[in-house]
Structures are given as structure tokens and as C-alpha cells.
């Protein structure tokens, strides 16, 4: 038997957008849903079928081949359809939850299935030289897992379970208001189905324990504030035989002393004297990685910038790093020896000469108060 157009199930039109495929998918699935037809199998095939639609319809790929090549057109995209209503249910939680209010989830919604641990975070802080290098270091952490003692159970021993004698042990209580059929949570068991008689010692009846955890994290040269390394299954630990969930490594980045840094460049201050400024030097400097040489040019001004190429952060999935900037700062002497008197004497005459020669004067801007990376924004830009 062939299939039905996926725009004639749901009774919309080919550009129809993703709003009016959800609305009319959710008046479909509470017309035909099986729990308010119960024992009518048109009403299950067509609430398959509607849902069929909808999953197609409603992921752009899906729904972009189907409009080319039609049914042909989604073999090999891994679409096979619904084998019963519980892939159903799991698949569009969003609708049967969200939109419906959890109306007719039924047992399905039971909460003593497998379930996944949350994910959970640990900020790690780092400093400049670390981020720069990558580090490996072994992180401590707690996380909530299943008590080993009682299985996650939270009672003594499986003697100490009930039946949760109001809901029957569905962990749902129905009612009906007209022709519709309600479902909410039992309050009694809180939709475990169960009630524990003699609770677990070591767990207090909660059927989770906190554990001591250490784990090896190895962190990239380049990373910036913010960067999140993730660590499968380490995160808090599972329900019912379920899958932990992920722990999510946040980097936080230290405030350093001298360097500030601008994705992978990085900017600090050199200060030189005005015979070094004058004359040129060499000059030693602190990078991310250590010592290095800084060549200071003749006749070098305050507020000028030098640069180390290479010798900032290594550039994220890209080759090579970025450069160290230095922002120079001409220092002006306070105390003189006699001496340093006598031969700066001379040079404020020969300086005066030369200015009466040519008609020249005045100081330039120095930028000062801006700070060092508001100096270099023009580099940046």
C-alpha cells in the first residue's frame, strides 16, 4: 500500500511554515491520540501516520528531500518511520509535554525508567603562561550517582517496595472531565509507581550518593575565557541503569600582572630611559613564554608600539600564534647626579639651538590614561 502525501496528512499546504506544520500535527495527534481511543486501531494508524508527517515536515533536510524526490527521497537519511507509540512519545516530548501539559502522556510518562544524568560544570582557572602552553591537570570534583548499596532503589531491600496502592502503581492518576481524559503525576509515589516501607541507611532513601571524583582534563594551548572542554559521562551519574550525564570543563582566566590580551595577541608595557629612546637598545623583555630580546629603535616615542611576532596565543584551529605588543613609555629622570646635570645642561642648549634654527616646538600627544589596550584598539580595529 503506498503512502499518503505527508502535506495531505496533516492537511496543509506545501509552503506551509513550521508553525502551521506544528499546529496542525497537535490537532491531529489529540484527535487520534490512543489514549482517547482506546481499542480503535484507525485512530492509531492515523496518529502514526500524522506523527510520520510531522517528523518528516518538521526537520529542514527531511523535509527539503521529500519536497524534490518525494518518499524516494528520504532512503538513506536514516528515516524509518515509528515501529510503536513509545518512539512516538520520546521523539516529541515537546509536543506531548509542552503543548498538551502532560495530558495524555499516561504510564508512558512513568518515571521509573532508564533516565540520564544531568550534565554539570567545573570552572577551571588558568593563568596567561597556561593558557598559552595548554596544561594537563587532574581535576577534583563531586557528583551525585546511584547509591551502589541499594541500587538507586532508596530502600533497605527490594521487601521494602509497595506498590503505590492510588495510582495502582502507573505513577499517573487519571480523571476525565467531558469527553477528554487527564493525566497528572501521582502525589502520593511522585510517579515512581512505588512506595518504600524501610528506607536505605546509607542513602537516607534517596537512592543517590555523592562521590569523590578525579579526573585527568589536558587543555589546548589558546584557550580564552569561556572555553568549554567536554568530558563524556563524567557528569552526574544515571537512574535505572541510565547513562551519566557530561561534565563541561569552563575555563576562567586569571587577571595578570603585566599582560592583557586581545584574542590571540597580547599587549604590555616597556618602559626605556631617553638615552636608550634616543640612541636605540636592546632591551630585555617578559613574554608568555619567557624572557626574549626587544630591538628599541633610534629616536623611539613614547606611546609607539613594538612587536614580537609570534609570541602571543596560539590561534584556535589555525596555524601559528599571535604577536606581543609593547606599548613605550619613555622614562623622565627625577634625581640627577652632578654630573648627569652637567651633560643634560648641554643637551637642553643644543636642543634650544636647533629649535630657534628651525622654528620648531611644542610635545606631542601621549595618549596617556587610555590604557594599554585602548592605545593599541587602532591596531586591533
Partial sequence: MSKRDYYEVLGVSRDASDAEIKKAYRTLAMQHHP??????????????????????????????????????????????????????????????????????????????????????????????????????????????????????????????????????????????????????????????????????????GAGRRLEQRKVKVKIPPGVDEGARLRLREEGEGGAKGGPAGDL??????????????????????????????????????????GESDLEIPQGVQSSDVLRLKGEGFQRLGRRGRGDHMFLVHVLTPTKLTPDEEKLFGELLEIEREKAEKNGAGGAGENGAGKGILGKLSSLWA
Fill in 35 to 204: 489514549d482517547r481511543n482506546s481499542g480503535d486501531a484507525e485512530a492509531e494508524e492515523l496518529f502514526k501516520e500524522a506523527s510520520e508527517a510531522y517528523q518528516v515536515l518538521s526537520e529542514p533536510e527531511k523535509r527539503s528531500a521529500y519536497d524534490r524526490f518525494g518518499h524516494d527521497g528520504l532512503r538513506g537519511m536514516g528515516h524509518q518511520g515509528f515501529s510503536n507509540f513509545d518512539d512516538i512519545f520520546s521523539s516529541f516530548g515537546d509536543i506531548f509535554g509542552d503543548l498538551f501539559g502532560g495530558a495524555f502522556a499516561g504510564s508512558r510518562a512513568r518515571r521509573d525508567g532508564p533516565r540520564q544524568g544531568r550534565d554539570l560544570a567545573y570552572e577551571l582557572e588558568m593563568t596567561y603562561e597556561e593558557a598559552a602552553t595548554g596544561i594537563e591537570r587532574e581535576i577534583e570534583f563531586e557528583r551525585p550517582t546511584e547509591c551502589v548499596y541499594c541500587g538507586g532503589s532508596g530502600a533497605k531491600s527490594p521487601d521494602a517496595i509497595r506498590e503505590c496502592t492510588s495510582c495502582g502503581g502507573s505513577g499517573q492518576m487519571s480523571y476525565r472531565q467531558g469527553f477528554m481524559t487527564f493525566s497528572t503525576t501521582c502525589s502520593d509515589c511522585n510517579g515512581a509507581g512505588r512506595r518504600i516501607t524501610e528506607h536505605c541507611a546509607e542513602c537516607d
Fill in 248 to 289: 563541561f570543563v569552563v575555563v576562567s582566566m586569571l587577571a595578570h600582572e603585566e599582560f592583557e590580551r586581545n584574542g590571540a595577541d597580547v599587549a604590555s608595557q616597556v618602559s626605556v630611559s631617553f638615552s636608550q629612546a634616543a640612541l636605540g637598545d636592546t632591551v630585555k623583555v617578559r613574554t608568555l613564554y
